[in-house]
């Protein structure tokens, strides 16, 4: 009955909608549906993914461009689940003020005076992770940062990035009137921001746009990108200019989580092209905050993804995750470890009851397992992907890249993660649908089937044929996004 219901609908789908756009015929189409696991060809329509099937049903539907796969893989595209498009401000000669362990005003005026002395007039001067044992009684006010930097604009932001002090400098570059307190939260301070990234932004937004060459070369079309709230304001302004090439969903830092709250009862959540819902954690500190963050972020829909180092650190989440769950009877939080290659067997059924997702990058894999190898780390448990996927765990694969400077191709993760012992079918999954899982799109994404995004790779060799070491030689022909061809090698 429900084959049936599908094939219905499959003929539906095929002759209601508009006709097939695009074809590819005769590849080896790995399809990470586990109805229909390989396929011969596949079509799209508009950008969506108009029928997977055999070389005759498709070449029945298609009406426009039909490629020859050449008995090439061709898979859903890959996505990137930990990736950093850019970092903003990466080249500032003059950092921000890191104001954590400065104990006196003076100190501030001290730092803040030696900036005004070497930058032009009209600089930003920022400050960041101040808090509130710093000011003993209260804050400073805009005027006594107006007496120290009366010609840069000065923006401090306090330790969870949900509030900070600026002088009238920087009030008047983000349109504020004389009578505005330098005391600025929640929506306001995207006015400020807005102002610091625009002698930036188009530098900023060439970057971004560079790196999603360089992705579509590569293969990915979706990347998760996690990092400071200047780099969402920049995706952001891309993505409404109508410049995107492939997909992003972005996690600004988790402390300033009301941030999101508030942006997203403004604006909504995204769309195809650019999402957003999720939040990063850095190292983990103390357990109170952490608890007070999951938990805040959690009880309005949010999305947990937190920096992992030590084990003592992982422990520590997981029971703030598995608290959490169970204080708001969270029934998917998809809570994310991020970097935890290393889980021990007693931690792996913790994960599985917070229903918390593995972020694993096999390439700093590799450099963690060559550095064990050289006694530079104590033995661990890398890489446990058999007990992890056994526990009903998903595994999402990134590569902690940053395009512009170094790109770690899904290739090279499919073949590193293969000599470690996991198939090429698990590690395609955990690279394309199960990396939509860890960003709530598993229904749009990551697997081709008759209604999903049209996002495809098609390479230039059936990757099954090929020996382990020589996963990383096969070359990208063809990338689509959205039923596009954005990336040719012909
Ligand atoms: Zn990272």
């Not at 015929?25 to 990470?32: D, E, K, S």
């Not at 020859?68 to 950092?95: E, Q």
């Not at 932004?201 to 790196?211: F, S």
């Not at 390439?363 to 448990?381: C, I, K, M, S, V």
Request: net charge positive.
């Amino acid at each position: 009955m429900r084959l049936r219901l599908a094939i219905a609908l499959l003929f539906l789908r095929a002759t209601a909608a508009a006709p097939a756009t695009l074809a590819i015929v005769n590849a080896r189409v790995w399809t990470g549906d586990p109805a229909r696991p390989f396929a011969e060809a596949i079509a799209t329509s508009g950008d969506r993914v108009l029928a997977v099937g055999s070389n005759a049903g498709i070449r029945a539907l298609a009406a426009g461009t039909v490629i020859d796969g050449a008995g090439a893989t061709l898979t859903p595209g890959f996505i990137d689940s930990h990736i950093h498009l850019l970092v903003f401000d990466r080249n500032r000669p003059y950092p921000p003020i890191f104001m954590r362990y400065l104990t006196t005003r003076r100190q501030v005026a001290d730092r803040i005076s030696a900036y005004a002395a070497k930058l032009p007039k009209g600089a930003w001067i920022l400050g960041e992770d101040w808090t509130d044992a710093l000011w003993a009684v209260q804050p400073p006010s805009r005027a006594w940062l107006d007496r120290i930097a009366p010609d840069h604009p000065v923006w401090l932001t306090r330790i969870e990035g949900a509030s900070g002090i600026a002088n009238s400098a920087a009030l008047r570059a983000a349109g504020f009137g004389a009578q505005t307190p330098g005391l600025v939260g929640g929506g306001n301070m995207w006015r400020i921001e807005a102002a610091i990234i625009e002698p930036f932004r188009e530098r900023d937004e060439r970057i971004v746009e560079h790196a999603m060459d360089l992705l579509l070369r590569a293969g990915v079309t979706s990347a998760q990108h996690n990092n400071a709230w200047y780099d969402f304001l920049i995706l952001r302004r891309l993505h409404q200019a109508g410049r995107r090439r492939i997909r992003v969903y972005d996690s600004p830092p988790l402390p300033a989580w009301e941030r999101l709250r508030d942006y997203i009862r403004e604006f909504g959540r995204g769309d195809a092209w650019m999402h957003w819902g999720g939040l990063k954690g850095f190292t983990v500190v103390t357990e109170p905050d952490y608890y007070r963050w999951v938990s805040g972020a959690s009880s309005c829909g949010l999305q947990v993804m937190v920096h992992l180092g030590s084990e003592a650190e992982l422990r520590t989440l997981l029971g703030v995750f598995l608290r959490v769950r169970r204080e708001q009877h969270l029934a998917d939080p998809r809570f994310r470890l991020e970097h935890a290659h290393d889980l021990p067997p007693d931690v792996i059924p913790l994960v599985a009851e917070a229903r918390a997702i593995p972020s694993w990058q096999p390439a700093l894999l590799a450099h963690f397992a060559a550095r064990t190898a050289a006694g530079q780390l104590a033995p661990r448990n890398l890489f446990p992907a058999r007990a992890v996927l056994d526990a009903g765990v998903k595994i999402a694969f990134g590569t902690d890249s940053s395009p512009a400077y170094s790109l770690v191709a899904p290739v090279q993760t499919l073949q590193i993660a293969m000599e470690h012992a996991m198939s090429l079918d698990q590690a395609l999954r955990a690279h394309t649908l199960d990396a939509a899982y860890a960003e709530f799109a598993e229904n749009e994404k990551g697997s081709l089937q008759a209604g999903k995004l049209a996002d495809f790779v098609l390479f230039d060799r059936d990757l099954s044929r090929l020996p382990v070491h020589q996963i990383h030689e096969a070359k990208v022909r063809l990338t689509v996004v959205g039923g596009r061809i954005m990336y040719d090698s012909r």
